[in-house]
């Protein structure tokens, strides 16, 4: 089962933790695209009796204080599965 995340800002612990553009040659736009595009990240757990879900959308974002980000940051990087409007 491939599980989505919408909070893309873990790619940056997961690179430095990985050292993946080292190992790999992958990198990181400052929007948190891979390149080369063809790059995919993921959280892939398996269960035989595992199926796909969603949660639904967000109704209300509150920054996440381990991140140390504002809330305008985090709204951005989450802005796809909001369920309400940033502005």
């Known amino acids: 089962m491939a599980c989505t995340c919408p909070d893309h800002t ?3 612990k997961l690179f430095e933790l990985l050292q993946a ?9 400052k929007n948190l695209a891979m390149l080369p595009a063809i790059s995919v990240s ?5 269960h035989p ?5 969603a949660v639904g959308r ?3 974002v509150d920054s996440p204080a381990p991140k140390k980000l504002k809330l305008a940051d985090t709204e951005r990087w989450l802005g796809p ?6 502005e």
């Open 10 to 12: 873990e790619k940056w």
């Open 21 to 29: 553009e080292t190992h790999t040659g992958v990198s990181l736009t």
């Open 42 to 46: 993921g959280l892939y757990f398996h």
């Open 49 to 53: 009796d595992s199926r796909y879900f």
């Open 58 to 60: 967000v109704q209300e």
């Open 81 to 86: 599965v909001l369920d309400y409007d940033r």
